[in-house]
């Protein structure tokens, strides 16, 4: 890596976090079965309405299945046949991940809860169609109702949560007042709505790896992918609008490496109008210097 000096250092960086959506997630973590496997804890399908915490999901468990497939004289050239051993073991037929051999790295700590796909969008994709479901309308921000709405962002989001909170909290207390007044109850009417048939949502089980990551990793809200979501608008999607609709990736490229060309002329110029000079003092101190009108040349103190 180069620093502000031009020089250039071997770095070798840990994997604090891999700021990723659910699929990618499970994609990462070498875990199979289309969501329908944890790629936090060991939990499948069948336990994520639970409250337990499970536990959670090693490198070395993770790797053991791996190679448990070669070792059964299984090679990833026979793609039927790992195929199916992948199926039994749970994985999505990665060979070699490229964490497998990274120190201080476990898949679960740094694949950490993602608010913006994890909490947001799940609670787009999950409690906004449960309050829809039993028929909560009315919403003043949202004069057409909320149900049409397309490419939210995740400002939207919260905007809705926050309403929504106190809608439901309001019907809520009210709901269980009236309700509270008849003369029998049976499971539907108890619980307002059409019961659903199961809950083996993969987002709802994430809920349980926050207290963990929080602990690991510090606080989840640094991890979230709004910043790389609106950088595809910057970096991807603006660019492209500059093209002609042709060789997108290549227009996109040309069009970035420009811009960052002239942002370094911009900023080279303006340090050759301000006088400004950095200098090296035997390859360890940096001195600036700056000549003012006079001629006369002033130094701040050595970089530490």
């Not at 496997?37 to 399908?45: C, D, K, Q």
């Not at 120190?103 to 796909?117: D, S």
């Not at 008849?182 to 993969?202: H, M, Q, S, V, Y």
């Amino acid at each position: 890596m180069s620093d502000p000096l031009g020089q250039l250092w071997v770095c070798y960086t840990p994997c604090a976090s891999f700021i990723v959506d659910t699929p990618e997630a499970s994609l990462i973590s070498c875990v199979g079965g289309g969501g329908k496997t944890s790629p936090f804890t060991e939990a499948t399908y069948k336990d994520y309405g639970d409250s337990k915490q499970h536990p959670p999901r090693l490198l070395d468990a993770t790797l053991n299945r791996i190679q448990s497939i070669e070792d059964a004289g299984i090679l990833p050239d026979d793609f039927p046949a790992y195929y199916n051993a992948c199926v039994k073991q749970r994985t999505n037929g990665v060979s070699t991940p490229f964490w497998a051999d990274w120190p201080l790295v476990e898949p679960y700590q740094f694949l950490t809860p993602e608010p913006l796909h994890h909490w947001y969008k799940m609670y787009w994709d999950h409690d906004v169609k449960w309050a829809i479901q039993v028929k909560i309308l009315g919403y003043r921000q949202f004069l057409e109702g909320i149900s049409a709405l397309k490419q939210v962002t995740g400002r939207t989001h919260r905007d809705v949560m926050h309403f929504l909170i106190f809608v439901c909290t309001l019907r809520a207390l009210t709901d269980a007042r009236y309700m509270g007044q008849a003369p029998c109850f049976n499971d539907i009417t108890a619980a307002r709505g059409l019961p659903i048939k199961n809950w083996e949502i993969p987002k709802l089980e994430f809920m349980q790896s926050i207290q963990p990551s929080i602990h690991a990793s510090g606080p989840v809200m640094q991890w979230s992918a709004d910043a790389t979501e609106h950088a595809h608008i910057t970096e991807v999607k603006e660019p492209a609008h500059a093209g002609n609709n042709r060789d997108f990736e290549v227009q996109i490229c040309r069009e970035l490496d420009r811009n960052s060309r002239l942002r370094r002329f911009d900023l080279t110029t303006s340090m050759k109008d301000a006088n400004v000079d950095f200098r090296i003092d035997n390859g360890r101190e940096a001195t600036r210097e700056v000549e003012d009108k006079g001629n006369q040349q002033q130094y701040l103190p050595p970089l530490s």
